[in-house]
């Protein structure tokens, strides 16, 4: 296989690289892996044995906390972030310039990789189409695309996941160069350490970490408090019913979310069918069917709310399942709802155990989100609402989930988070 090679026109003896090894401040940390690590390797959903934490994964993961710091938080200008970033961590401009932040990674041990699922016969023949899930990964909702398919054409086995107990020591790295000016030493003497302790907080390692997954903890670092996190433009809410333990901690987080987008009797009917519930009480699947102008005959559209999505601000893209005999009958195919221009939206509700006071606890942490309420959706072949035509405040009280909550979807998963 031939290598590739560097752009022609990127020489790198012009790079401007401010410092070697022996000169910068190292701060090491002891990393613990507290929930299941899912993907981060070469290939998409794997987990890599021989480089399970990726330095240069984490120096994105920085980078991304202090950019939302610099705008929500110290209130920068886009021009000065834009600056103070590439001064910071590099990149490639008219002069390209080396990071001042370095990271590396080493003694990582306890790795374990099991299959998340293992499919089972079913007392009718075939096999059960539902992985029955380890105790330490108990969560299949933010787990869905590691079950695999079961066994027959097309089948794929249940992904592996890291079970927590991995640990390894961050080695981070701080250059200041000798013309090092006030706003890169300002940067280097604590806000870089500020993202490192947002990071901790609320991200984590490998895919899917704004579901829980991949979240780790740093010893002696105190996690980002509500007021913290309120001064940057977000809002914290950690419940009062602590749990044995990290992933009891996170399963709970994440059963909210499912019970607020589907329980039955709360957010769906409960359904005639032995196992099957019904209706939807959210308008999506309506509003798709008045949008493709098809339905089966007992599912004509006829949610009050109209054409509305609210529930796109979760993040895109979402992916709606109609039953095969429904679709057969006359409903739409699956269909896919999408950001406008971009292949998916990240969430800006992040969900996880979070650490205090010796215990754990289910924990939603809401990012600043304007740039949801711009955005266009659309289905493959149109645009199917622009802003604010996909969800309007006064809908809610025709959204059953929403309307004791709030009167946008976000909003009102925090208060219902927080019971």
Not at 328 to 339: C, E, I, M, S, V
Request: charged share 25%; aromatic share 10%.
């Amino acid at each position: 296989m031939a290598l590739r090679k560097p752009p022609v026109d990127l020489d790198p003896g012009k790079l401007q690289l401010t410092g070697a090894a022996t000169d910068i401040r190292w701060q090491d940390y002891s990393c613990t892996l507290v929930t299941p690590l899912y993907g981060g390797g070469v290939k998409a959903g794997e987990v890599d044995a021989y480089m399970p934490i990726r330095a240069s994964a984490i120096r994105g993961h920085l980078r991304f906390w202090w950019r939302l710091l610099a705008k929500h938080k110290y209130r920068l200008k886009p021009d000065e972030i834009r600056q103070r970033e590439f001064a910071l961590w590099g990149g490639l401009g008219d002069t390209p310039q080396a990071s001042n932040v370095w990271v590396r990674i080493d003694t990582i041990a306890n790795l374990v990789v099991e299959p998340w699922a293992e499919y089972e016969k079913s007392d009718r023949g075939g096999w059960k189409s539902i992985p029955k899930p380890a105790q330490w990964a108990n969560a299949p909702y933010a787990l869905f695309p590691a079950q695999g398919k079961r066994p027959g054409p097309g089948s794929e086995n249940p992904h592996g996941l890291a079970i927590p107990g991995l640990t390894w020591t961050l080695h981070l790295g701080l250059h200041y160069p000798d013309k090092a000016d006030a706003t890169l030493r300002e940067d280097l003497d604590g806000r870089v350490h500020e993202a490192l302790r947002w990071w901790a907080s609320f991200g984590g390692v490998g895919a899917r970490s704004r579901r829980g997954l991949g979240a780790f903890q740093i010893q002696n670092l105190e996690c980002v408090s509500a007021d913290e996190a309120e001064v940057a433009g977000c809002r914290l809410v950690v419940t009062n019913s602590s749990k044995d333990n990290a992933s009891a901690a996170w399963e709970a987080s994440i059963n909210k979310l499912k019970d607020f987008r589907q329980k039955p009797g709360f957010a769906r009917n409960t359904g005639t069918k032995s196992g099957r519930p019904g209706r939807s009480r959210w308008p999506e699947p309506d509003a798709i069917r008045r949008a493709t102008n098809t339905h089966a005959p007992l599912h004509a559209p006829e949610h009050q709310a109209g054409q509305a999505y609210p529930r796109a601000a979760f993040g895109l893209p979402i992916i709606f399942q109609f039953k095969d005999e429904d679709k057969k009958a006359g409903d739409p195919q699956n269909f896919t709802l999408g950001p406008e221009g971009f292949d998916r939206l990240g969430s800006p509700l992040l969900l996880r155990p979070y650490f205090k006071n010796g215990k754990w606890f289910p924990a939603a942490l809401l990012l600043p989100h304007e740039h949801v309420k711009k955005m266009r959706l659309v289905m493959p072949d149109r645009t199917i609402a622009a802003p604010q035509q996909w969800w309007r405040p006064e809908q809610a009280a025709q959204v059953e989930p929403m309307a004791p909550h709030g009167q946008d979807a976000l909003s009102a998963f925090l208060k219902y988070f927080a019971k």
